[in-house]
């Protein structure tokens, strides 16, 4: 390249703007893998609780129905009404489905562009 003093401004300009270019392209490059890895580790920690909650669902689960079964002196019908009270747990999740979409798709939303 000439020396700075040789240079007319066109090409000062011209490399001006390509060192713009540049670096919001590299801002961007950035931005984005800053958003995709919170994400990312977002949907890993949601997993791990996940896991995590069902386990103590499904333990939890067996306790109830073994209490229930000794507190009215019949497993079967202890792990009976234990399932029962399971199913109307998920009839409950069920119908109130979409407010509970439209609530994690908010979270998700509100997490992305934080």
């Known amino acids: ?3 700075a003093e040789e240079r007319n401004p066109t090409d000062q300009l011209a490399d001006d703007v390509t060192g713009l270019v540049q ?3 590299k801002l961007t490059l950035v931005t984005a893998a800053k958003k995709s890895s919170g994400a990312a580790s ?4 949601a997993l791990v609780i996940a896991a995590f ?4 669902i499904l333990f939890g689960g067996l306790a109830m129905g073994y209490w229930l079964g000794n507190l009215i002196s ?4 202890g792990y009976l009404l234990t399932a029962g009270f399971f ?3 998920t009839l409950i999740l069920v119908l109130s489905r979409k407010k509970l979409f439209s609530y994690v798709r908010n979270i998700i939303v509100r997490k992305i562009y934080e």
């Open 42 to 45: 977002s949907v890993i920690v």
């Open 87 to 89: 199913l109307l747990i």
């Open 74 to 77: 019949n497993m079967a019908l």
């Open 53 to 56: 909650l069902l386990l103590m």
């Open 1 to 3: 390249m000439a020396p």
């Open 23 to 25: 670096t919001y392209y």
